[in-house]
């Protein structure tokens, strides 16, 4: 975890994720053509908080509520059997429910599309949405599943030794995005050789 | 989390906390047009039932379809066991069918922990009630239910009085609740008649006493035990269930003396008139159904945690349980 943070690139500051933000928003709504049927599903935990700002810069510039929940995925994912029990995050449904509606997933990271297709599997659970998209705050590439997000705060060209870092400030203080890994520690004495999934505990690994 | 879960004792609070916190995120389920989740597919769950079970078995058998796994059930009546199979060719059967979780009630104490120990079986062993041992899921689904009316529904039960009530020394119940409730902070006191309170009682984290009345007016939460005839529990413990029932039983009167917010739990099967008065049972204050419906969550944590899970990390599998660890 040290190591990860001594050779830490900042890409994104708070600024950044702010315009990012607001321009997904409105994406959103020009693709959707106002505000109708939407609602807004964050992944846990860091697509919630985005989500939430999302629904507040739409509710700026409509004038209007568009519900916002949350979507635990980890009962869907495939990889369950390959590390430890986790422990569940709050899935959390708008009382009008998703049946009908366009749905926008909100996640911080899409990287394999693996999370993304735990999520289309929970969707189909809870009712037949009318559409779904997704809306990602950085897209890191290496996808492993034909999953593409619709909107994008950030491309991020990565390689796959490097780890991204998406900082929120409801649930880490502060908004940022940061490469460690490889590439960044090249310039550093001490390289970070590690792969995937040594990013810390607060961070998005791989 | 073990790889077992044989009794309530396994558990220290954090454990216990995520399997409360666990089945907190899977009680909405029953809420959903879909109640299954597809966690545990491919994955064989056998409910071995030596002995009779109605609530136990079903939740078990509910909670592992719930989760999508294959669920045999088991029961000694009608099986080979009637012909005098032992326990060891018994599980050496489901051991050849591929077992990866065996949910076991047995009338001896102890013969889960043999079944974990013997190398029988691959699968995780889950102690479903093992004679007057253990029977930790039940405290698990007890725990669950007072932290919803006790804590708000989250937490732990720091500093909560529950009194447990009657025939403690036949219990599995009382002895997993008197280990699960004091890991999570609650104080215990046991109330039962002198002859119904086992030895080595001063050696649980629990006070005992045997005046009912006076625990009641000053306790959160009071659990009545079931007087367990089966086990012999009417043959000279007591001098008469009617005077059992006046001395140790709750009724309207007795209900009357619990703090306002306080509820009562039993863990089934009742006898209605014994232990408690039919009044009571279908009373406001009475939490049995919703007991019933927590159990199904709560047996779900567990198979979630127990099978779900690498029991070793792989190499490229990050250490901490972050769930975030991978996108």
New interface residues.
Partial sequence: MVRAHSTERVVLDDRDVARALTRIAHEILERNRGSDDLVLLGIPRRGVPLARRIAARIAQVEGTEVPVGSLDVTMYRDDLRLRPARALEHTDLPSCGVEGRVVVLVDDVLFSGRTVRSALDALHDLGRPRAVRLAVLVDRGHRELPVRADFVGKNLPTSLVESVRVSVAEVDGSDAVSIAGAAAAGRAVTGATEGAGSAGATGRAR | ?TRHLLSAGDLDHAEAL?VL??AA??R?LAD???K????LRGRTVVNLFFEDSTRTRISFEAAAKR?SADVITFSAKGSSVSKGESLKDTALTLQAMGADAVVVRHESSGAPHRLAASGWVDGSVVNAGDGTHEHPTQALLDAFTLRRHLAAGTGDLDGRRVTIVGDVLHSRVARSNALLLSTLGAEVTMVAPPTLLPVGIDSWPVSTSYDLDASLAKCDAVMMLRVQRERGADGGFFPSAREYSRRYGIDARRMALLPDHAVVLHPGPMNRGVEISAEVADSERSVIVEQVRNGVAVRMAVL???L????E??P???P????????
Avoid: H, N, V, W
Avoid at chain 2, 320 to 327: I, K, V, Y
């Fill in positions: 989390m995520t916190d666990t995120e899977l909405a959903r047009p879909i299954k989740l597809p966690t989760l979630y945690l127990l779900s899970g690498a029991s990390p792989t490229e599998a990050s901490a349980l972050a769930p975030e660890s991978e996108q």
